[in-house]
């Protein structure tokens, strides 16, 4: 939340409350979600026409198969580290 200061102040001050940083980034896992079965669905759709493309769609679903896997991990040991 961004506090407007009045005239001739020329600072804006911001409050974030405890935990966001964590909630925002947990919100972004689904946008790897989105990706991951993007690059499965192109995978699937994909003949056999350009082997560079299937590899370059495999390592995106392996990219963001592993970030969906090891996501998890991270936010328990940030809570664990924080408490």
């Not at 939340?1 to 001739?8: A, L, V």
């Not at 056999?48 to 328990?76: C, K």
Request: proline content about 2%.
């Amino acid at each position: 939340m961004c506090i407007q200061q009045p005239s001739g102040v020329r600072r804006d001050y911001f409050r974030v409350r405890q935990g966001a940083w964590l909630e925002a980034t947990r919100g972004q896992v689904s946008v790897t979600m989105v990706f991951w079965k993007m690059a499965e669905r192109g995978l699937d759709l994909q003949g056999t026409d350009s082997a560079e493309t299937r590899r370059n769609m495999e390592e995106m679903r392996d990219f963001y198969a592993h970030w969906e896997r090891e996501l998890p991990a991270i936010f328990e040991r940030w809570e664990k580290e924080k408490q």
